[in-house]
């Protein structure tokens, strides 16, 4: 039961253009979103996050949308740059859930110079 | 100020063999976390820590145990290896926000 989805395993995008990542979730109970960036051989990193009482979030050329009535979420980079080449993972967590995360299978960006 | 640090980061075992993942973390976190990822799978949580002495079961537990005896150590233990344990292994740790901070992976082939 994959309650985090990400259902496009790769995404190639020309430099300069917006990157759109989707990603969508099942379970009611998440009320915080969070992106990870992860690059071959390193651990995910942390971009960007949103709690369910906002529908936006912006961090320079990376922002957050979500659409709680749909259960979804969208990572949006703009402009992309060739750094921007990694895996993008999803995730979701539930209050007192003691912090657990439940990811998304990740969606490859390829960003064509 | 190091963060999360693994060790090591990879190891070949044979079948039945047994061994342990390091998991160390400088931030004075509450929460420690260990994840495995496999092709096609994403991230999947294997247990977890909320504080020092204490350990719970994640989605994918079975075949693994862990300790917390220090509040910066969180020790991944795997009995008796099989090859469907072949996968890549997170360390993560976070303190009272949701944000987790995680290691570079230890990388383990079973063979």
Redesign the interface.
């Known amino acids: 039961d994959q309650q985090?989805k990400?259902n496009s395993?790769s995404l190639s995008v020309q430099e300069g253009r917006i990157s759109i990542l989707n990603c969508d979730y099942t379970n009611s109970m998440f009320d915080?979103f969070?992106w990870?960036k992860k690059y071959p051989?390193?651990?995910?990193?942390?971009l960007i996050?949103i709690s369910s009482i906002k529908d936006k979030n912006e961090d320079g050329r990376f922002t957050v949308f979500l659409n709680k009535s749909a259960k979804h979420l969208s990572l949006h980079i703009v402009p992309s740059q060739p750094g921007d080449s990694a895996v993008y993972?999803c995730a979701a967590?539930a209050s007192f859930g003691?912090?657990?995360?439940?990811?998304?299978?990740?969606t490859r960006l390829t960003i064509i110079p | 100020n190091a963060g999360v640090t693994q060790t090591p980061k990879f190891r070949v075992l044979k079948t039945g063999q047994s061994m342990t993942l390091l998991c160390a973390q400088d931030m004075n976190h509450e929460y420690m976390y260990w994840y495995r990822q496999d092709p096609g799978m994403g991230l999947r949580l294997i247990h977890y820590s909320v504080g020092e002495g204490t350990t719970a079961k994640g989605e994918v537990p079975d075949g693994y145990n862990v300790s917390r005896l220090k509040k910066q150590n969180f020790l991944l233990g795997l009995e008796s290896a099989a090859p469907s344990q072949t996968s890549v292994y997170f360390c993560a740790s976070s303190s009272s926000g949701e944000t987790q901070y995680f290691g570079p992976g230890t990388r383990l082939l079973v063979l």
């Open positions: 985090v990400q395993p915080y969070l990870y051989a390193e651990g995910p990193t942390f996050s993972f967590s003691n912090e657990k995360l439940t990811f998304g299978t990740g």
